[in-house]
């Protein structure tokens, strides 16, 4: 199984998102890639966070772009009273581990952003594959150096466009969407399908956030899906 711990690692009562210890523990229990969550400070920095607000953990309604990165770097998490981290720290962690990583960009900014996070990520010597989320519009931000995520229906477009698929793509799908037709379009492309496993997801859906895992999960690897993009609490599912 290749696992991406979302929201930024192993996430717990005493581990929050984004958070040094979620990132330790990830890499402690040999996960397989982590998917951070990437925002942009009003001075242009780049950082972890999920929410679109710091209520959540650092109990400070402000958002992101509203501070600079000075400010933020004072908030201190509770549990666990951590700051917020940089991104090029995030980086460093994980390259020296040999963590690899997802990026899920909470915004569109203009080309020198993404520039700058490609070289953060290329002085810390983070390993290949690099995940993005956001789609093919990312991929030239990026220059190529990044597999960015493609639906079913854009796999397709891609293919028929004649784009190296295999080289530049993931397919990235609900663990409740990704089914037969996906799984062999993917087979026949030589793509591999990221299945995403996570709570809210069953909750917006209104299916038992246990059970309805239980099930996808098991579908899944029936079907043959090695990579799961998954909210730590269901590693276990995976593992067993």
């Known amino acids: 199984m290749h696992l991406i711990a979302h929201r930024g690692g192993v996430v717990d009562h005493g581990r929050p998102e984004n958070s040094p210890a979620a990132i330790q523990a990830a890499i402690d229990q040999k996960y397989w890639m982590l998917e951070v969550d990437i925002r942009r400070t009003q ?11 710091f209520a959540k953990y650092y109990n400070d309604p402000r958002r992101p772009e509203q501070m600079p990165w000075a400010e933020i770097r004072k908030l201190r ?4 009273n951590a700051a917020p981290l940089h991104f090029e720290e995030a980086c460093r962690i994980c390259g020296q581990t040999g963590m690899r990583l997802m990026l ?6 203009d080309r ?12 810390a010597k983070i390993p290949q594959p690099i995940y993005s989320l956001g789609g093919p519009r990312v ?20 293919a028929d466009k004649g784009d190296n698929v295999s080289r530049d793509y993931f397919l ?7 089914k037969q037709e996906s799984y ?7 793509v591999v399908p990221v299945a995403a496993i996570n709570t809210f997801r069953y909750t917006m859906a209104k299916r038992d956030e246990w059970e309805g895992p239980k099930e996808d999960i098991a579908a899944l690897r029936k079907l043959g899906v090695a990579h799961y993009q998954i909210d730590s609490r269901y590693g276990p599912l995976l593992l067993a």
């Open 43 to 53: 001075d242009g920095e780049p950082i972890l966070q999920h929410d679109s607000t």
């Open 172 to 178: 990235f799908e609900l663990g409740s969407d990704l």
């Open 139 to 158: 991929k030239p931000l990026f220059d190529g150096k990044v597999m960015v995520s493609v639906s079913r229906q854009s796999l397709r477009e891609a």
């Open 77 to 80: 998490a509770s549990p666990g």
């Open 104 to 109: 899920d960009l909470k915004g569109s900014w």
């Open 184 to 190: 062999d379009l993917c087979r026949q492309l030589k």
């Open 112 to 123: 020198p952003f993404y520039q700058r996070l490609l070289r953060m990520i290329e002085a």
